[in-house]
């Protein structure tokens, strides 16, 4: 039996109080026209709201736009750039052209990041096995990732190791350039930047062959200006550590070191402390002591399912958008940005429609709750609830990743660069785009996404179905409107579900929109720091 309201479901009875003397003038007609006053909940204790505006008709053709629409953004964010680049446009979209004085391919990228925070914590990492922990990845890199290798090599493992790799990597371009049609302009393309990774290897020979004296002085802006700080501690390979041109690339910085530490003690402790919480959580839960403050519709409304459709609508206009003007004017592509605060407004639909503001603001969760400090404390330990959930994820993903991975050996597939999104973003963005994009991940996602997801979704699911199932449905179409692939939405999901208890236990909106917060405010923190802690020195 679900908490859902229904024709079966009793009001709560309302608490003892002393008995009343009998009125002896009331008639019998007024004895029969009272009744009980006291509100309506659920077992666990939700208040029960009557139906939300609405009518059949409307419930059903929303839900049937809805379900089109729904399906055409989870499509679209999970299909591949490279088919809808191949199948939608007249023109592929232009590509970044190799070029010896611009960063190469996975400019701060996974094998890139990495390699910048060994060689910063140059000091502690000599007596590391540091290659190892690029093994996993060798084979899926780039051409560009693996001459980073090269010189990583070089640096942690000697001068032979980096020859070794030089001929390895040779033989991989000769392949791709037997197996490659001469006659198309990608052939072309791959061809320009073959010769330019050619050039690399001749000038990295030369370093661990004959010193860095014999480069030319184009090698040495080239490696400089395509790998920045890896290419920068190359082309003082051979020097003293504390040579005034070696020591600025490889002083360990004491930054990095204390980042490092704190990350491991978040990395530590915060989940052990979400652990404890969330014990404490079930068991409050179980036992009928954790109350329930979500206010619950009667079944039937249609305003909260239309608040949802319209903003997944209006997120396919300007996702289908964005890559078309990407592709046509890719310096509007900023545009696209700001005008996503445009899909806030989706949010009031229900006042359009009639809905009174105090009650639209108790149906979607705007309003303060038990006090907005007393919310955001909530949030705060919700979020640490939910890190072992997260995890569990994320150990999910990577479990499918490797599952995928041994189903694809042994096929022939063009080598990709390791790249991260995100991080290129804040590394390579001038200040205005890095705000941007900080403003967007800490404001506008959770105050837009709490309130479409566990706001208007999760309430308009509510009324027809137990808070389990609706908190897991709202959380699996907010994973897959993120364009992470299908394989890796757990974590996603995992979040969500969690940001749906909150809403379920507080009833406002303001401790999911906490835990939204602090949880993307963390990553670009981490992310900022890290960047400005590895970066090539001036």
């Known amino acids: 039996m679900t908490d859902t309201p229904n024709e079966h479901q009793q009001s709560n009875p309302a608490p003892q109080q002393p008995p009343r003397a009998p009125v002896k003038n009331w008639s019998p007609l007024a004895n029969a026209m009272r009744h ?39 499509t679209w964010q999970n299909v591949p750039d490279e088919w809808k680049e191949g199948n939608l446009l007249s023109q592929p979209m232009p590509k970044l052209v190799q070029s010896p004085t611009q960063p190469a391919k996975g400019h701060f990228g996974q094998v890139d990041l990495m390699g910048r925070i ?21 084979g899926d890199l780039s051409n560009e990732d693996q001459v980073r290798l090269i010189m990583l090599a070089g640096e942690f493992e000697g001068d032979d190791e980096a020859l070794d790799r030089i001929n390895e990597l040779h033989t991989i371009l000769q392949s791709q350039n037997r197996s490659r049609t001469a006659d198309t302009s990608e052939a072309l393309e791959r061809q320009a930047e073959h010769d330019l990774i050619l050039e690399e290897l001749n000038a990295l020979e030369t370093i661990y062959t004959f010193g860095i004296d014999e480069l030319e002085d184009e090698q040495r802006a080239q490696l400089g200006a395509r790998y920045g700080l890896i290419g920068k501690v190359a082309l003082t390979h051979g020097l003293d550590d504390d040579d005034p041109f070696r020591e600025p690339y490889i002083h360990s910085s004491v930054g990095l070191v204390v980042f490092m530490l704190v990350l491991i003690l978040v990395i530590l402790l915060a989940p052990l402390a979400g652990l404890v919480l969330l014990i404490l959580g079930i068991i409050g839960f179980a036992s009928g002591k954790l109350k329930m403050r979500a206010h619950v519709p009667t079944r039937g409304g249609s305003v909260f399912l239309e608040t949802y459709g319209l903003f997944v609508f209006g997120f396919l206009v300007l996702a289908v958008g964005s ?46 709750g038990e006090g907005i ?60 785009l890095v705000v941007l994009f900080f403003t967007l991940a800490t404001v506008w996602a959770p105050l837009v996404e709490e309130s479409i997801f566990r706001g208007a979704l999760f309430r308009h699911l509510r009324g027809s179905m137990h808070w389990v199932f609706a908190g897991l449905i709202s959380a699996v ?45 963390t990553l670009m923190l981490f992310m900022v720091t890290l960047i400005q802690l590895v970066k090539d020195p001036l």
């Not at 009518?55 to 399906?71: D, G, K, P």
């Open 36 to 74: 009980d006053h006291s509100d309506r909940v659920t077992k666990r204790g939700n208040p029960i709201d009557p139906a939300d505006p609405g009518t059949r008709a409307t419930r059903m053709v929303t839900m049937l736009l809805t379900l089109i629409v729904v399906t055409l953004v989870i």
């Open 323 to 368: 890559f078309f003007v990407a592709a046509k004017w890719p310096e509007m592509s900023l545009l696209t940005l700001l005008l996503q605060w445009g899909l806030l407004l989706s949010v009031f639909w229900g006042l359009l429609r009639g809905m009174y503001p105090a009650t639209w603001r108790k149906a979607i969760g705007w309003h303060r």
């Open 118 to 138: 060994f060689l910063r914590a140059y000091d502690l990492m000599q007596s590391q096995d540091v290659m190892r922990q690029f093994t996993a990845m060798e």
């Open 477 to 521: 179409l907010f994973a897959y409107m993120h364009n992470y692939g299908p394989l890796l939405v757990a974590p996603l999901i995992a979040l969500g579900f969690m940001f749906a208890v909150l809403r379920e236990w507080r009833g406002s909106l303001i401790a999911p929109m906490t835990a939204h917060f602090l949880h993307n405010f």
């Open 373 to 432: 400090f007393r919310e955001i404390g909530c949030g705060i330990a919700g979020y640490l609830a939910a890190l072992p959930i997260y995890i569990v994820g994320i150990l999910i993903t990577v479990i499918v990743l490797f599952v995928q991975e041994a189903m694809n050996a042994g096929n022939q597939s063009e080598p990709v660069e390791a790249t991260n999104p995100v991080f290129e973003i804040v590394a390579n963005g001038d200040v205005f």
